[in-house]
């Protein structure tokens, strides 16, 4: 049964990322100042300094902080668990290699309970390089889809929709049964559709 005093559950799947994690957690706390969150940092088993960081977020964040270990399942294996461990109504993805806008949480909260209906929705992006300068200065979503865009899923040549621009139920990824943990690569996409 899902704690009603957490509304999104963002899960952040991690192996041997010392160097990107310590940075995240400054962002994550920015980001979730104002809604009932927590954060579910996931090890898929690291052998670097990864675990003192996990620490570091535990006192940062206190409750609404947890950490699993996936046993280097993958990082959908990882996401899965998250997922499953998961007490919010909502889910939303962050890769240590990702940065979100302060309001990222906040907006899509709005849209979705301006849309009850909506099962998931996401965001642009941007491409940025590793001293956060954007690769791309323009959308890399030319069109927004909305409603029922499974037809326009199927035609998509690149991934438009990115884990971490995403927010969806938790109830109806376990349904779809997550992540394919089978697949290396697009098990996002595969989610999505």
């Not at 270990?69 to 962050?94: P, T, V, Y």
């Not at 940065?99 to 099962?119: F, S, T, Y």
Request: hydrophobic share 45%.
């Amino acid at each position: 049964m899902q704690d009603n005093a957490v509304t999104v559950s963002v899960v952040i799947p991690v192996r041997d990322e010392a160097g990107a994690i310590g940075p995240l957690l400054d962002e994550v706390a920015a980001a979730l100042t104002d809604r009932a969150f927590e954060v579910i940092v996931v090890d898929d088993g690291s052998t670097d300094r990864t675990s003192e960081l996990r620490r570091e977020f535990a006192s940062v964040l206190g409750a609404r902080y947890r950490d699993l270990d996936s046993q280097r399942r993958g990082a959908s294996g990882a996401r899965n668990l998250g997922i499953e461990a998961a007490r919010g109504e909502w889910i939303a993805f962050l890769d240590s290699d990702d940065v979100w806008i302060p309001e990222k949480l906040g907006l899509q909260l709005d849209a979705l309970h301006a849309n009850p209906e909506a099962g998931f929705c996401y965001t642009d992006f941007f491409e940025f390089d590793d001293a956060y300068h954007i690769l791309h200065p323009r959308h890399i979503i030319p069109v927004a889809m909305e409603g029922s865009i499974y037809p326009q899923l199927l035609e998509i040549r690149h991934n438009l929709i990115t884990c971490p621009s995403v927010m969806a139920r938790r109830d109806l990824v376990i349904a779809d049964g997550g992540f394919d943990e089978s697949m290396r690569v697009c098990e996002d996409i595969d989610l999505w559709t």
